[in-house]
């Protein structure tokens, strides 16, 4: 699997750029994730992005463009709600659905009448992008570069674990090492093609952030009561963001409780000669300030800001998942607007 560092590779991002002009697979960083890449206007590159993830083809996908200019390439009309939202938040973590034009992107678009289209703010994928735009590239379509309704990767090293030695030409993926992504989860959507705002996933933005640039009021379709009337998008599936192990959401209260009665068995199983390796996994802010860990179970301490967990979640998922562990007990975030992308994703890394 071809590893492309722009700090140590001065050429890097000319041969990642022309990777994407050959119709190759190229993941690259943004500052929510690292995405999966081809070039929007080649269907058949697109299609190798859906079969790499074993993603349904009428999922689609975000196409990534280098500004505002260039997406105007995909759509037969960009509402004004999206042009203050994009002027205030791009380049950053926003994705704005909007309709898409019909002669452009069918592939990525999962053959539907509206295109997510974002402009990240990563210094190594704005490179990459205006590199694509010298050869008439003018989006990039980039989902999470994780096979399908798994841990989204925020390194390098992620994209490795993922793809590196699972057949089917998975190999022939390039990576775009632009180190450590720094938000950590993807970016917020907002569906702007129903003549009112619709927020269809939250991220770092919040809500409110949203509103005050929008200069509405924004709905939010909630994945436990979906809205029949959104189109489809990307991340926004009930069950996803998900380890192999089991994930459960908990008060502290409950985590406590949980642990009580499950503690005798592990205690037992370390006297009789040891675990081979844990079953429990325990996520919390606050359990551990006043009880100290078990060693039979895996702990990792949630931070207790929200931007900060947002960074270091999906890699603290993948640690445990790591660790062998067949459960992943999280101690629910606050009902805070700070949290709703964190606890966002820990809803669907549970459901």
């Not at 053959?111 to 050869?135: E, F, K, N, Y």
């Not at 490795?160 to 993926?173: M, S």
């Not at 990576?175 to 702007?192: F, R, W």
């Not at 089991?246 to 503690?263: F, H, K, N, P, W």
């Amino acid at each position: 699997m071809p590893m492309l560092d722009p700090a140590t590779q001065p050429d890097a991002i000319e041969r990642a750029a022309q990777r994407l002009v050959e119709g190759g697979l190229l993941a690259l960083p943004t500052e929510t994730v690292y995405g999966l890449g081809a070039r929007a206007d080649d269907d058949a590159a697109v299609a190798r992005i859906f079969a790499a993830k074993g993603r349904p083809a009428d999922h689609p996908l975000i196409v990534h463009v280098p500004n505002p200019q260039a997406a105007l390439h995909f759509v037969s009309a960009f509402p004004p709600v999206a042009q203050r939202l994009t002027q205030a938040f791009w380049p950053g973590p926003l994705t704005v659905i909007v309709p898409r034009d019909p002669r452009v992107a069918t592939a990525a678009a999962g053959g539907h009448d509206t295109i997510g289209l974002r402009c990240p703010s990563h210094p190594v994928a704005r490179q990459l992008l205006d590199a694509c735009a010298q050869h008439g590239i003018l989006g990039v379509a980039a989902p999470s570069a994780n096979r399908f309704g798994r841990i989204s990767p925020t390194t390098a090293q992620h994209v490795r674990e993922e793809f590196e030695g699972r057949g089917a030409g998975l190999d022939e993926v390039w990576v775009l090492d632009g180190g450590a992504c720094e938000v950590g989860i993807e970016s917020t959507i907002i569906d702007c093609s129903r003549g009112h705002p619709v927020l269809l996933r939250p991220g770092r933005l919040t809500l409110a952030e949203i509103e005050a640039v929008a200069g509405e009021s924004v709905q939010w379709s909630r994945p436990e009561a979906p809205d029949p009337a959104a189109p489809k998008a990307a991340g926004t599936l009930l069950s996803h963001y998900a380890p192999r192990a089991r994930v459960r959401l908990m008060s502290d209260a409950q985590l406590g409780t949980a642990l009580d009665v499950i503690e005798p068995e592990l205690s037992a199983a370390v006297i009789a000669g040891g675990l081979k390796a844990p079953r429990i996994a325990v996520y919390s802010r606050s359990l551990w300030a006043h009880r100290p860990p078990h060693p039979g179970i895996v702990h990792r301490s949630m931070p207790g800001d929200a931007a900060t967990a947002a960074h270091d979640l999906f890699a603290d998922l993948r640690e445990m998942d790591a660790a062998g562990v067949e459960l992943i007990w999280v101690e629910t975030p606050p009902l805070d607007p700070a949290w709703d992308g964190v606890r966002d994703r820990l809803d669907r890394a549970a459901a």
